[in-house]
């Protein structure tokens, strides 16, 4: 499967994002600066981590009205997978390609630190490499990842079962709600996730968790 990621000035999660797709489907995506005004013929189209534009205005707020969002919202009407990790889940909550907003951390601090996910939906593209209720490790660095909305969607969010992963085991960093992490839209061809499961696909950094959703997106088997 050909895939392409979006970078904006700011990222900085792009290489650990393009070395986790390489290694695992064999082939680099294209990379695509967020000035462009087109994609090429993709099956996936990721979005990293950083913190594009600074973080300016808010989390994501300046690069969902980049050039290169309008044919990624095309390209998400039209079927085509996408993946929002950190800043890039923030980035499609911006553009309105994902419900709620991502806010400052409870805390009101920058958190980097391991946490507990539980699988909430595993019959998906994305997570069919896990267990509904599976608990698995995973990453976070973020500023910004508490997941909030109004009470009425977020009772939509649960009853279309669009949850993707919660933070278990008491390990929520942020505050978000309903101890969300990640979240589909409602045909689930879009995932935005604030952890980060390219940070922990192989041994060496200190285990494999997130290389099934990998797996899954590019059809490989492990």
Request: proline share 5%; aromatic share 8%; net charge positive.
């Amino acid at each position: 499967m050909k895939s392409a990621l979006i970078v904006f000035p700011g990222s900085n999660r792009d290489r650990d994002m393009i070395k986790a797709i390489t290694q695992i489907s064999g082939i680099e995506p294209y990379l695509i600066w967020h000035k462009q005004t087109s994609l090429p013929d993709v099956d996936i189209i990721i979005i990293p981590g950083g913190f594009s534009y600074g973080d300016y205005l808010r989390s994501g707020a300046i690069a969902a009205r980049s050039p290169i969002m309008k044919a990624v919202k095309k390209a998400a009407q039209d079927g085509v997978k996408i993946l929002g990790v950190c800043n890039g889940f923030q980035i499609l909550t911006e553009a309105g390609l994902l419900p709620g907003v991502l806010m400052r951390n409870k805390s009101l601090k920058f958190i980097c630190k391991n946490v507990k996910l539980e699988i909430a939906n595993a019959n998906t593209d994305f997570t069919k490499g896990y267990k509904n209720e599976q608990i698995i490790n995973c990453p976070v660095a973020h500023h910004d990842g508490n997941f909030f909305t109004d009470e009425k969607t977020l009772s939509q969010i649960e009853e279309n079962n669009q949850v993707a992963f919660r933070y278990a085991n008491g390990t929520n960093p942020n505050g978000s709600l309903n101890d969300i992490a990640g979240i589909f839209n409602k045909e689930k061809n879009v995932l935005g996730m604030m952890p980060h499961p390219e940070n922990l696909i192989e041994k060496a950094h200190g285990g494999t968790d997130g290389r099934a959703l990998f797996e899954c997106l590019f059809g490989v088997k492990s």
